[in-house]
């Protein structure tokens, strides 16, 4: 994903291990389900499942039982800490609102990463990226229809944006059952970005595929 800004000290900061591992676990037992393939928000063709157990990195034997989604947010509101101090000196800054929306959204809290990243949008409109991201965390946290707004109006700004044109078939697709609308989607996304690299072009020429053989599961 392009950089969006700098960002603090105290975000650069790692977690610490124990969180890393159980992040990471979730990771893999979700598929991966949140990415950034088009240098921006991408979402999966199926929303994230709820999952209670998994494997950390290095461990054998018996899974370990993942956190909930309580805990994940635990984790996160002391992770966000010392961004919400920056913000409460500088509540405009958009940067800041970003970073704190990722938090939210890789622990799977979408509406209060949509929160964040709404706000960001409303300080900087012309913000795609923070568009694109708030409308995965809506699709994620069941408002297709404002997951669907947020994403056109991000190509109002830019029209062959690849990734909004990404998630709107998505979400048409999965979210409306819209399988016409998914095509013409992808097909804008492919004539607008012909220079696209090799690898996504053909993950978007089988969702096509996909789409045309039936209704979205």
């Not at 700004?157 to 609308?181: C, E, M, Y």
Request: with cysteine.
């Amino acid at each position: 994903m392009a950089n969006e800004g700098v960002e603090s000290d105290s975000y650069r900061k790692e977690w610490d291990s124990k969180q890393v591992y159980i992040l990471a676990g979730i990771c893999l037992v979700l598929g991966t389900a949140l990415g950034y393939l088009f240098r921006g928000s991408e979402i999966s063709t199926n929303p994230p499942p709820a999952s209670s157990q998994s494997q950390t990195p290095g461990q054998t034997g018996m899974p370990q039982q993942m956190p909930s989604l309580d805990q994940l947010k635990q984790m996160a509101d002391k992770r966000a800490e010392p961004l919400l101090a920056q913000l409460q000196k500088d509540p405009n800054n958009a940067d800041v609102l970003k970073q704190l929306a990722r938090i939210y959204e890789a622990t799977h809290q979408f509406k209060q990463a949509s929160d964040y990243y709404r706000k960001a949008a409303e300080i900087n409109p012309k913000d795609v990226a923070a568009r694109t991201s708030m409308a995965s965390c809506l699709y994620y946290s069941g408002d297709v229809d404002g997951a669907l707004a947020q994403l056109q109006q991000a190509l109002k700004v830019d029209p062959k944006d690849a990734n909004s044109l990404f998630n709107l078939g998505i979400i048409r697709w999965k979210g409306k059952n819209d399988t016409q609308g998914a095509l013409q989607a992808w097909d804008q996304l492919l004539k607008s970005n012909p220079n696209l690299e090799s690898s996504k072009k053909a993950q978007v020429e089988k969702l096509i595929a996909e789409a045309k053989q039936g209704p979205a599961s």
